[in-house]
């Protein structure tokens, strides 16, 4: 077991030097014991290390910081979804609204996309052959370990290919094309990237499949945070009177949250037993917390009364506070611009189009839900679990559906 002697020699220091903070020391000693069961000398040493850079300024103080703040969250009482998946710590697409910002924007989802589930092939690959390898209660058959490794090559490879990583085709086995993207990601890989996958993985157990568990929930953020910018960008076209330049964003949008399905049967492998086993201290982070899928919900129409000041928004202030401030939604700027979706033949077919995969992604959630946890269970972070995603899988998406296309004079 590692010792938090290294982390008190650093705060020693008359001004700790913060290139030189014992990351790998901290994290290993997290993945050891899981977050929930560190021992206090560790908490103890890196609440004086925060309390040894507050006066510090600078961008790698302030990564640090925030690493810090992920580490210590259950000992400061803040534990939640955010801090629990180390959100902040990884480079999440965000608004951007500069010339040519959409292309940059998807090669940054792509990038941490294929980052985080190569990670995870790695993990289970060297988890395979080496018994000291991080999480090691109740690890997986060879059978599931082969099914994992195959949904999440499976659920990688649309971004690989688009920015040029593989060639499949010259692959002489599946193990084979494992290892060549595996090396592939690892050579693209930055020093800040690296470090972003290591302090991003702070479990609260030691059960084998919660790595596989962060890393597909952050992955599912990844791509909500770059739909919700989608979104602004389209609500803005459509104000702007560029109908078609929305319709052709918002079936981009809806492709992409199909891609993201992907990642349902990869988590589909988890082991109920496995889950079952942490999912007690995961109490505080429930993805009903994610900020990123409330944005991107509430930028298609504005939810309704109930539903906003229900756990579901309350559970997100800022997007609570953003939609009762006036946040446009595109429902609210195609009523402004007096153009319902039926007049633009294409922007009702994209709508339909984003519909239908929303819809199919809330069904898939909540069918593995009930299958792993149960009809009737409760969530975590105290929220009502199944029976909140059976209520939540029927909302609309857009407070008018576009007509069908019989509806508007095609051919259905």
């Given at each position: 077991?590692t010792?938090?002697?290294?982390?008190?020699?650093?705060?020693?220091q008359?001004?700790?030097?913060?290139?030189?903070?014992?990351?790998?020391?901290?994290?290993?000693a997290y993945?050891?014991?899981?977050?929930?069961?560190?021992?206090?000398?560790?908490?103890?040493?890196?609440?004086?290390?925060?309390?040894?850079?507050?006066?510090l300024?600078?961008?790698?103080s302030?990564?640090?910081?925030?690493?810090?703040?992920?580490?210590?969250?259950?000992?400061?009482?803040?534990?939640?979804y955010?801090?629990?998946?180390?959100?902040?710590?990884?480079?999440?697409?965000?608004?951007?609204?500069?010339?040519?910002?959409?292309?940059?924007q998807?090669?940054?989802?792509?990038?941490?996309?294929?980052?985080?589930?190569?990670?995870?092939?790695a993990?289970?690959?060297?988890s395979?052959?080496?018994?000291?390898?991080?999480?090691?209660?109740?690890?997986?058959?060879?059978?599931?370990?082969?099914?994992?490794?195959?949904?999440?090559?499976?659920?990688?490879?649309?971004a690989?290919?688009?920015?040029?990583?593989?060639?499949?085709?010259?692959?002489?086995?599946?193990?084979?094309?494992?290892?060549?993207?595996t090396?592939?990601?690892?050579?693209?890989?930055?020093?800040?990237?690296?470090?972003?996958?290591?302090?991003?993985?702070?479990?609260?157990h030691?059960?084998?499949d919660?790595?596989?568990?962060?890393?597909?929930?952050?992955?599912?953020?990844?791509?909500?945070?770059?739909?919700?910018?989608d979104?602004?960008?389209?609500?803005?076209?459509?104000?702007?009177?560029r109908?078609?330049?929305?319709?052709?964003?918002?079936?981009?949008?809806?492709?992409?949250?199909?891609?993201?399905?992907?990642?349902?049967?990869?988590?589909?492998?988890?082991?109920?037993?496995?889950f079952?086993?942490?999912?007690?201290?995961?109490?505080?982070?429930?993805?009903?917390?994610?900020?990123?899928?409330?944005?991107?919900?509430?930028?298609?129409?504005?939810?309704?009364?109930?539903?906003?000041?229900?756990p579901?928004?309350?559970?997100?202030?800022?997007?609570h506070?953003?939609?009762?401030?006036?946040?446009?939604?595109?429902?609210?700027?195609?009523?402004?611009?007096?153009?319902?979706?039926?007049?633009?033949?294409?922007?009702?077919?994209?709508?339909?189009?984003?519909?239908?995969?929303?819809?199919?992604?809330?069904?898939?959630?909540?069918?593995?839900?009930?299958?792993?946890?149960?009809?009737?269970?409760?969530?975590?972070?105290?929220?009502?679990?199944?029976?909140?995603?059976?209520?939540a899988?029927?909302?609309?998406?857009?407070?008018?559906?576009?007509?069908?296309?019989?509806?508007?004079?095609?051919?259905?």
């Amino acid at each position: 077991m590692t010792s938090p002697d290294v982390l008190h020699r650093w705060s020693a220091q008359r001004r700790p030097p913060i290139d030189r903070f014992p990351y790998d020391a901290v994290v290993t000693a997290y993945q050891q014991h899981g977050k929930h069961f560190v021992p206090d000398a560790w908490t103890q040493a890196l609440t004086a290390a925060r309390n040894r850079i507050a006066h510090l300024n600078g961008g790698d103080s302030r990564y640090l910081s925030t690493f810090l703040g992920c580490a210590l969250d259950k000992t400061d009482g803040r534990f939640d979804y955010r801090s629990y998946l180390g959100l902040a710590l990884l480079p999440i697409p965000g608004p951007d609204q500069t010339p040519g910002a959409a292309a940059r924007q998807l090669v940054r989802r792509d990038r941490l996309h294929a980052q985080l589930l190569i990670d995870l092939i790695a993990f289970e690959l060297r988890s395979a052959y080496d018994e000291l390898t991080a999480l090691p209660q109740m690890r997986p058959t060879p059978a599931v370990t082969t099914k994992r490794l195959r949904h999440a090559l499976r659920a990688a490879m649309p971004a690989l290919h688009r920015m040029s990583f593989v060639d499949d085709a010259s692959a002489s086995s599946e193990i084979d094309l494992l290892r060549r993207v595996t090396a592939a990601v690892n050579l693209d890989l930055t020093d800040d990237d690296r470090r972003a996958l290591q302090t991003s993985m702070l479990p609260v157990h030691t059960m084998h499949d919660e790595w596989m568990f962060i890393r597909v929930l952050q992955a599912f953020e990844t791509t909500f945070a770059l739909l919700a910018s989608d979104l602004t960008e389209i609500i803005t076209a459509v104000q702007a009177g560029r109908t078609p330049a929305a319709a052709t964003r918002l079936s981009a949008a809806a492709s992409l949250l199909r891609e993201s399905a992907s990642l349902w049967p990869l988590m589909a492998t988890i082991q109920p037993a496995a889950f079952h086993a942490f999912r007690p201290y995961t109490d505080g982070a429930s993805a009903i917390q994610s900020r990123h899928y409330k944005i991107l919900e509430s930028l298609c129409r504005r939810p309704d009364n109930q539903r906003l000041h229900s756990p579901a928004y309350l559970s997100v202030p800022e997007v609570h506070t953003a939609i009762t401030q006036g946040q446009v939604s595109l429902d609210d700027a195609l009523d402004a611009a007096q153009q319902p979706a039926a007049e633009d033949p294409f922007l009702a077919a994209s709508m339909r189009e984003f519909t239908a995969a929303i819809t199919q992604w809330r069904q898939t959630h909540y069918r593995l839900a009930v299958r792993i946890l149960g009809p009737d269970r409760t969530g975590t972070g105290y929220t009502q679990g199944t029976p909140y995603l059976n209520d939540a899988r029927h909302e609309p998406v857009f407070r008018h559906n576009p007509p069908t296309t019989r509806d508007v004079g095609g051919n259905a």
